[in-house]
């Protein structure tokens, strides 16, 4: 193997570059990491360090039966530069892993900058470089490097302006609402939640005095792209019956319940092949999560909803990933080249260093002439991949950690707690089971040099 072979390319040193790079380094395979700042700063960042945390102090939950943190956990297991570095850093914050903003930043680009295998540059990319080459540049992508990871792709990166919610079809009632699609056309796929006019009504007051989320400097100036994709508490604010003739229109649905047409109807669509994710049709917004849950509950049979995913709305440059990338976050047409981090479509820091890790481990196998590492589904890393990368996905949106993406236990647990456990527990020992098998070895309780 010829030492340019040996040798990778990561651009962006943000979570993931950074996860990334200590991937290819710790297996012995010489990193060229490339930061922009501070010669250029794009309009969310100000430090000049790497693993820069823009948006919240909070890695999110750290409890091991949770989303987020059963994602940490599989990190550690997997050796995370990030994680080991967040927990030195860490303030109090209840049962959250929350970090020292500065102190965080400060010594991952203390370990990075110390690592003999990585050489770190402060310039700006403009072009993708020839030979092994990882892209981590984040969802604020643009100018020249934009245009070429368009080229390369063969399609446009996408703008993440607002999405709707997501909920877990087994938490919906199901004696309130109906499977059928409009003037009977197609094969039911959609879930509809039929409402008569108090339920409307009700629905209506409480949507367009919900309080919503303030929107970040750098996203103001997109706001005026979201007039095809409105939020939608700016389309009830229009009046009170935009929505009866917009996404919440009745016309070609009968309830079988009363034999006649509802009054107003959303309509939730599926989200994923196995039918246990539900998308609400039009619901893009940008409403407080609590907000949501308060309003979005008033939908007959959404009452015990389980959301999945909240609704969201900022900039965020994001590849047409199903369609683009492997679930080892290599692209299809050109095996050499990988993404990582928001770009790919995960959503949010640990799930950006999460796909940063196995990114730059499955770039190792690749130069080792190894197959690569395609976690189990039921790992919450693996779940993650096999949703960027599932080519059924026909409304592809970012998506974070959560149980919901999960296959479903072969038992049901009506206990939360106890079923996020199984879930967790499930989930460690697919994933001791399977580096075991392939030989990665696992890092779980030990010692590593760079953090002692």
Same mark, same amino acid.
């Given at each position: ?157 996408? #703008?993440?302006? $607002? ?6 079809? /087994?938490?919906? &009632?199901?004696? *309130?609402? @109906? %499977? ?22 009700? #629905?209506?007051? $409480? ?6 989320? /303030?929107?970040? &400097?750098?996203? *103001?100036? @997109? %706001? ?229």
């Amino acid at each position: 193997m010829t030492e340019q072979c040996r040798q990778v390319t990561v651009i962006g040193g943000g979570l993931a570059g950074c996860e990334a790079a200590w991937q290819l380094a710790q297996n012995g395979i010489a990193v060229t990491l490339y930061e922009q700042k501070p010669m250029h700063y794009s309009p969310a960042h100000h430090r000049n360090g790497l693993a820069e945390l823009v948006c919240s102090n909070s890695l999110k939950a750290d409890r091991l039966a949770s989303a987020a943190g059963l994602l940490k956990a599989e990190m550690e297991r997997l050796g995370s530069l990030l994680i080991p570095c967040a927990r030195k850093t860490a303030v109090a914050a209840g049962g959250a892993l929350a970090v020292d903003r500065d102190a965080f930043s400060d010594l991952v680009t203390e370990r990075i900058r110390s690592h003999p295998l990585i050489q770190l540059k402060t310039e700006t990319v403009s072009h993708i470089p020839d030979g092994n080459v990882i892209v981590a540049t984040g969802p604020l992508t643009d100018g020249t490097l934009a245009e070429e990871i368009e080229q390369l792709c063969g399609t446009r990166l996408r #703008f993440f302006d $607002a999405a709707a919610p997501i909920v877990k079809y /087994e938490s919906l &009632d199901t004696e *309130k609402v @109906f %499977f059928a699609a409009r003037y009977g056309r197609g094969t039911a796929d959609y879930i509809n939640c039929p409402m008569n006019q108090a339920e409307y009504e009700a #629905f209506y007051e $409480a949507l367009i005095s919900a309080e919503r989320a /303030e929107l970040h &400097d750098c996203d *103001k100036q @997109f %706001f005026r792209v979201y007039e095809g994709c409105m939020p939608i508490e700016i389309l009830a604010s229009r009046g009170k019956d935009t929505m009866r003739f917009g996404p919440l229109k009745p016309v070609g649905l009968t309830d079988p319940r009363t034999g006649h047409r509802p009054y107003a109807v959303v309509q939730l669509r599926r989200e994923n092949q196995e039918g246990t994710m539900y998308n609400l049709v039009g619901f893009q917004t940008n409403l407080k999560f609590g907000e949501q849950k308060r309003v979005f509950s008033l939908i007959p049979g959404l009452e015990q909803a389980e959301f999945v995913r909240y609704g969201v709305m900022h900039r965020n440059s994001f590849l047409d990933s199903p369609r683009l990338l492997g679930a080892d976050y290599a692209l299809r047409s050109n095996p050499d080249c990988f993404f990582a981090g928001q770009m790919t479509g995960v959503e949010g820091y640990i799930e950006s260093a999460a796909s940063g890790i196995l990114a730059g481990k499955n770039m190792v196998r690749r130069i080792q002439g190894k197959p690569p590492l395609i976690l189990p589904r039921e790992t919450m890393m693996g779940a993650l991949a096999a949703y960027i990368s599932d080519e059924t996905v026909t409304q592809f949106q970012p998506m974070g950690c959560n149980m919901g993406i999960l296959p479903e236990l072969p038992e049901r647990i009506r206990d939360k707690k106890e079923k996020y456990q199984a879930y967790a527990d499930r989930a460690l020992a697919a994933l001791d089971a399977y580096l075991q098998q392939s030989g990665e070895e696992s890092t779980e309780g030990k010692d590593n040099e760079y953090f002692n």
